[in-house]
């Protein structure tokens, strides 16, 4: 019973981890299957949580995208509020 209670809480407490958070967790998760010690079945289960680790990671990089934003004076002069350009390397 504790065991279910533990496992509903994870992905709550995954939406409020933080970016830096979820990238340390992904590397412990990769230098774990890196090692080799695991056995098939617990480098398949770390293998699903480095996926959602690195999914989770990816949308607090793209939230905090959307949320910065650069002043930019348009023909008249007046400062408006616009996204700042995503850059493609």
């Given at each position: 019973?504790?065991?279910?209670a533990?496992?509903s ?8 981890a933080s ?17 080799g ?15 959602k680790?690195a ?8 939230e ?5 934003e650069?002043?930019v ?7 408006t ?9």
């Amino acid at each position: 019973m504790e065991m279910v209670a533990k496992t509903s809480d994870k992905p709550e407490r995954a939406a409020e981890a933080s970016y830096d958070a979820l990238v340390g967790r992904l590397e412990k998760v990769v230098e774990a299957l890196e090692a080799g010690d695991l056995s098939l079945e617990q480098s398949v289960e770390r293998f699903a949580e480095g996926v959602k680790l690195a999914r989770d990671a990816g949308l607090k990089l793209d939230e905090a995208e959307r949320r910065v934003e650069q002043l930019v004076k348009d023909a008249a002069g007046v400062e408006t509020v616009a996204p700042l350009d995503r850059v493609e390397p």
